[in-house]
């Protein structure tokens, strides 16, 4: 049996050679799963052709991005992405906001897998929690759709005044203090997530939890409107996610003035703003943008596994 040592806050560890797990790793740096369990099992014979039966994390990584070179190089440059990030020391926060119908929880789900991070949650569900905890007496635009909450406001703005925006503004500002409680919590714990929806809006969070390396935010967009409108065809044509098309539809125009306005902050507090129109495009910039400060020599454990 060949094993495989590894380290974890200066403690070692050990734990059988597994091709299901290096297959997974490949997979995520875009290999087909079955090419990627093949080449999982021509490791693991050379491994063992070579007499190897004790290899360190750090040397069968090695290994593997030499032979991966030969075959795909361009797999291997994922593979090297996708490691260095896993050696990091810190949690990774991914906060992915834009307004409702761009798509912020499909892209979310996709770069969790991407990089391995299993915990993922959305601004409708922290809201949710904060329903429970709150009346409507007390917060009554949190009773309402981001692009509605101006229905429920106290005080109706002046006519000179967007009021969507008002409402809208009343709406993120509240569940923001639940999103940085889950931010805080993430990094406390070392727990990496991602968290979406129209309620991560640039502005909002509060700079010192934005502001460090392990903590990235991106803003996503559909400038074309009918582009915009067919997400929400596309949406609730699938039978289990009940989505309520005609109130898309009635509210669309609120919709897209909330759009604006993530766009308007996002450039006003420097956040990368992502044209969502092909998936794996916008997969590929979120990592690389996340690469530019997670992932450097200075918060990468070289001995961390």
């Not at 409402?167 to 070392?190: L, M, N, Y």
């Not at 669309?252 to 703003?273: C, D, L, M, W």
Request: proline share 3%; net charge neutral; glycine share 6%.
């Amino acid at each position: 049996m060949i094993m495989v040592e590894g380290e974890v806050s200066g403690k070692k560890y050990r734990e059988p050679f597994s091709k299901g797990v290096l297959a997974r790793s490949l997979t995520r740096a875009e290999m087909d799963p079955n090419k990627a369990y093949t080449f999982s099992s021509q490791i693991e014979a050379q491994l063992k052709k070579d007499g190897i039966k004790l290899i360190s994390l750090d040397d069968l990584v090695k290994i593997v991005r030499q032979r991966l070179k030969k075959e795909d190089s361009e797999i291997a440059s994922q593979y090297g992405l996708w490691k260095r990030i896993r050696k990091c020391q810190d949690p990774l926060v991914i906060l992915i906001g834009g307004s409702s119908g761009v798509g912020t929880s499909s892209i979310a789900f996709e770069v969790a897998n991407r990089l391995g991070i299993r915990n993922m949650i959305s601004t409708d569900m922290i809201r949710e929690v904060m329903r429970k905890t709150s009346s409507k007496e007390l917060l009554p635009t949190l009773y309402e759709s981001s692009y509605t909450a101006y229905r429920s406001l106290r005080i109706p703005p002046s006519p000179e005044l967007d009021e969507v925006i008002i409402g809208f503004r009343d709406h993120v500002d509240t569940v923001s203090v639940g999103v940085e409680a889950v931010i805080e919590r993430s990094i406390t714990e070392g727990i990496s997530i991602v968290i979406e929806g129209v309620h991560i809006v640039p502005g909002f969070i509060r700079e010192d939890l934005v502001s460090r390396d392990n903590v990235n935010m991106f803003v996503l967009t559909l400038e074309d409107e009918e582009v915009h409108k067919g997400r929400f065809y596309s949406r609730c044509r699938q039978q289990w996610a009940r989505r309520p098309l005609e109130r898309y539809m009635n509210y669309f125009g609120a919709i897209r003035r909330t759009h604006k306005y993530f766009e308007s902050q996002a450039n006003k507090y420097h956040i990368p703003v992502i044209e969502n129109i092909d998936i794996t495009t916008t997969i590929e910039s979120i990592i690389e943008e996340i690469t530019k400060t997670y992932g450097r020599e200075d918060n990468v454990n070289e001995n961390k596994g």
